[in-house]
């Protein structure tokens, strides 16, 4: 185990020689991410110590594309990557971020669209530049890498649910709402609305009658914050496509564009 573990190393270095400002935020991140796996590990937190693990495997991502897809990542994407995986992870996970910061959420998974947008349109562009079958035109190529996009946002709001459901975490954030419309109370079971207004308070009892919390408001149980984020999910990968459209349209105007987006390793 350790001999892979230095061998890795080894091939990394190798991989990242001529590219020193990515080798250094890669071996930053990672003695923070090992700093606070010791810390967690101190806690016996074992929920985060597997985090801070995921976090260090994560971090690999953009060798691995390079090294085993043959794939060209721009070293401003590679950053990218990394710094949001930490950011995510670490800083909002175990940190609680997510908590302290209200942006900072939504945040990332604007930033998440807006990278997701420029892989896929890196992908689509590699196979229209070196197909002589394919000839796709920009609105098609912006069309696919938005889809591309929405869909990796809606599988981590997938996995947020299983995590939530499965693991007994609370990754869909809960929120504090004073409004709640439903037909599931209707008296009539006619499928009618009923709007309950200024909440102010709720109370919840257990099956005795006892009563275990009560707090201002009622509680959405988080269809607000996955909506949120497949919302900014959308802004960030439409905003980038917007980008992209016109970097088609006029490569030298908006050259720009190629340092966030991955080509095909030459041979």
Same mark, same amino acid.
């Given at each position: 185990?350790?001999?892979? +573990?230095? %061998?890795?190393?080894?091939?990394? !270095?190798?991989? /990242?020689?001529?590219? !020193?400002?990515?080798?250094?935020?890669?071996?930053?991140? %990672?003695? @923070?991410?090992?700093?606070?796996?010791?810390?967690?590990? @101190?806690? #016996?937190?074992?929920?985060?110590?597997?985090?801070?693990?995921?976090?260090?495997?994560?971090?690999?991502?953009?060798?691995?594309?390079?090294?085993?897809?043959?794939?060209?990542?721009?070293?401003?994407?590679?950053?990218?990557?990394?710094?949001? &995986?930490?950011?995510?992870?670490?800083?909002?996970?175990?940190?609680?971020?997510?908590?302290?910061?209200?942006? /900072?959420? $939504?945040?990332?998974?604007? @930033?998440?669209?807006?990278?997701? #947008?420029?892989?896929?349109?890196?992908?689509?562009?590699?196979?229209?530049?070196?197909?002589?079958? @394919?000839?796709?035109?920009? +609105?098609?190529?912006?069309?696919?890498?938005?889809?591309?996009?929405?869909? =990796?946002? &809606? &599988? /981590?709001?997938?996995?947020?649910?299983?995590?939530?459901?499965?693991? !007994?975490?609370?990754?869909?954030?809960?929120?504090?709402?004073? =409004?709640? %419309? $439903?037909?599931?109370?209707?008296?009539?079971?006619?499928?009618?609305?009923?709007?309950?207004?200024?909440?102010?308070?709720?109370?919840?009892?257990?099956?005795?009658?006892?009563?275990? =919390? %009560?707090?201002? #408001?009622?509680?959405?149980?988080?269809?607000?914050? $996955?909506?949120?984020?497949?919302?900014?999910?959308?802004?960030?990968?439409?905003?980038?496509?917007?980008?992209?459209?016109?970097?088609?349209?006029?490569?030298?105007?908006?050259?720009?564009?190629?340092?966030?987006?991955? !080509?095909?390793?030459?041979?």
């Amino acid at each position: 185990m350790i001999g892979y +573990i230095k %061998r890795l190393g080894n091939e990394i !270095k190798e991989t /990242w020689k001529d590219d !020193k400002s990515t080798l250094i935020v890669y071996f930053t991140l %990672r003695a @923070l991410v090992i700093l606070c796996m010791v810390l967690q590990i @101190l806690r #016996g937190d074992l929920q985060n110590v597997l985090l801070c693990a995921l976090t260090l495997v994560l971090l690999l991502i953009p060798f691995f594309v390079e090294k085993y897809m043959k794939i060209d990542m721009p070293n401003v994407l590679e950053i990218i990557t990394m710094l949001f &995986v930490f950011s995510a992870e670490i800083l909002g996970e175990i940190n609680n971020f997510y908590g302290m910061i209200p942006f /900072w959420d $939504t945040m990332l998974h604007t @930033l998440n669209g807006f990278l997701m #947008g420029a892989i896929g349109f890196s992908l689509v562009d590699i196979l229209n530049k070196n197909s002589e079958k @394919l000839n796709l035109s920009p +609105i098609y190529l912006c069309l696919f890498a938005f889809c591309f996009s929405m869909t =990796v946002g &809606v &599988v /981590w709001e997938f996995f947020e649910y299983g995590m939530d459901e499965i693991m !007994k975490t609370d990754m869909q954030k809960d929120e504090y709402i004073s =409004v709640i %419309r $439903t037909v599931t109370i209707d008296p009539e079971q006619n499928n009618n609305v009923v709007t309950i207004d200024n909440i102010a308070k709720t109370i919840v009892y257990d099956e005795t009658g006892k009563e275990l =919390v %009560r707090f201002d #408001g009622y509680l959405d149980i988080g269809i607000k914050d $996955t909506m949120k984020d497949l919302i900014v999910n959308f802004i960030g990968a439409a905003v980038f496509n917007i980008f992209g459209f016109l970097y088609l349209k006029n490569k030298e105007k908006h050259s720009f564009v190629e340092k966030i987006m991955i !080509k095909r390793k030459e041979a």
